[in-house]
């Protein structure tokens, strides 16, 4: 799970709160990892928060997100199937979860692997640090580029679908089934959609760098739950209660299984009802032909990348 998720460094959250659950300073974890170990005491959400803070504070620092990390450390955020992959043991769990601040400490599972087997000890701790310095350079690529997070996502950056459920900062991941071209997530407040470009079944399709002609899952209308709370109360306060992340696959590059992230859709237009042929090309079905405007338009060379 660690090599799979966190190594990556696409958020910082789960990383720093396990660095300092184990007790390992920042600057020196390879050293750390060869001595005698012991886990640290139990850490409130205030202290991990405030740690993450220090360390990344372009970081999305919501209590979103750190509820979503604490759901991937206790493995309550994974499908049966993905709990069972990654080995069913919870790596961290808490204390006076009803507490306005509840303490996190390592589960006493965990801590035994870590104590018992040096060599996994060692080779964990590394994950943390390469990971730890790979969020590093994300956030730098932020700096030198001029380009400001967007909640968790960085723009042009590339995500695969489970990034994005995680990132979006879901308590609950789904199946790759159910998301589909989209999916709406009340309780976060988001509906991240995924195109394939030149290779979806109803050709969606940028007009402009900052407009896209997209079509709906089959059966939706504009009536449907999705549109309408793409297209309720739109106004100044939207943008915070209404996130729609926008990610593009290039047809030439899907073996990679990763989306560009492209920005963040301001408002979906026009939706109307309309047809398509299906998969098989006998019948028709009904969808919702809609004009994604995108908050701000895309860059030229990344809108050529996209469309060649």
């Known amino acids: ?16 709160i396990l660095a300092q659950l184990c007790g ?17 005491e139990a850490i409130t959400r205030e202290s991990l928060m405030a740690a993450i803070r220090e360390q990344y504070p372009q970081a999305d620092l919501s209590s979103t997100q750190f509820d979503s990390a604490i759901s991937v450390l206790d493995y309550s955020y994974f499908t049966e199937s993905n709990r069972k992959r990654f080995g069913g043991l919870p790596l961290v ?4 979860s009803e507490s306005d601040n509840p303490s996190y400490r390592l589960s006493e599972q965990f801590v035994a692997l870590l104590k018992e087997n040096r060599t996994f000890r060692i080779f964990f701790t590394d994950t943390l640090r390469v990971g730890l310095m790979n969020c590093s350079d994300m956030f730098q690529e932020s700096v030198e580029k ?3 997070f967007d909640r968790a996502f960085l723009y042009e950056h590339k995500y695969s679908l489970a990034d994005v459920m995680r990132l979006c900062g879901w308590k609950k991941e789904n199946t790759p ?3 589909g071209g989209y999916l709406l997530d009340e309780e976060s407040g988001t509906m991240p959609i995924f195109v394939k470009y030149a290779a979806s079944q109803y050709e969606d399709e940028f007009l402009s760098p900052q407009e896209m002609k997209y079509y709906s899952k089959n059966g939706r209308s504009p009536q449907s739950r999705e549109f309408r709370w793409a297209r309720d109360g739109e106004g100044p306060d939207w943008q915070d209660t209404h996130f729609i992340p926008l990610f593009v696959m290039r047809k030439a590059e899907s073996k990679d299984t990763k989306y560009y992230y492209v ?3 301001a408002a979906v237009e ?10 098989s090309g006998e019948k028709s079905v009904k969808v919702t032909l809609s004009t994604l405007r995108l908050a701000r338009p895309l860059d030229p060379e990344l809108y050529r990348h996209l469309i060649g």
């Open 1 to 16: 799970m660690a090599t799979e998720l966190l190594l990556p460094g696409l958020r910082p959250h789960e990383l720093v």
């Open 24 to 40: 390992f300073a920042r600057e020196s974890l390879g050293a750390d990892a060869a001595a005698d170990w012991k886990p640290a």
């Open 93 to 96: 769990e808490a204390i006076d």
């Open 146 to 148: 001029q380009r400001s």
């Open 177 to 179: 089934q159910n998301v």
């Open 263 to 265: 920005g963040r859709v």
């Open 270 to 279: 026009h939706p109307t009802l309309t047809t398509k042929p299906d998969a």
